[in-house]
């Protein structure tokens, strides 16, 4: 059984030698996996890890934490764009950009802005996006359910069953990581619940979110099997049926041939 990771970040400086750590996952128990981004230097180092293996696919973008922080915005979504616009590399998504409402210093204005000009990047590149949703989901939902043609992925689902309920309907997709293994978070298994077959994606969030009974430790895709397994008891469907279909979910919307 092979999982596939819709988000994962490699280029964290607490996997040192990452490029073994990633060959001996895809070369066991990973299908594949999306490296993201959070600024354009860490874009960049996620391409490059992505062109040296196989089964590995980038995402460039704009954190609204790492963005409130960097004084030329301007300079620093060019630099993602011209990233997106290299065919070699491997940039299948605009990620992860979103509203991070979780620390006192929060600007909203400036995050506001960066998480539209990205929808409006991926709107000109066709490609979807991964949305980062900390402690803002009434104003993410307020901007996506205005959205027609954008396609999205709300990462590390946290919010409601209802408001699952309410994304699934207008085509977005939902990623659950480890959070959906922890004993005091019965309300992401019910939003898991409400989320039709074919709009699931698992992923690790490594470094962090590491699943029960490995929280606290340093976390990569090998720990899936957990996550998968908690997905599988929600839906009523084996581990081997989760694993597959949340893998042939994420190839068709990160468009990955096979
Ligand atoms: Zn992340």
Redesign the pocket.
Known sequence: MKFFDS?A?YYDEKFAGADDIISALLSSTVSGMIN?GTDPDNSITASEQAKRHPGMFAAAGIHPTDGQNIADIYAALDRISALLADPGSKCVAIG?IGLDYHYPDTDRKKQTEIFLAQIEMAKKTDLPVII?DRDAHGDIFDILVHEKELRAVL?SFSGSAESAKEYARRGYMISFSGTITFKNAPRVREAAEAVPMDQLLIET?CPYLAPHPLRGTVNHSGNLVYTNRALSLVKGITEEECAALTEANAKRFFGIDK
């Open positions: 988000h970040h993201v992860e980062h990462h969030d």
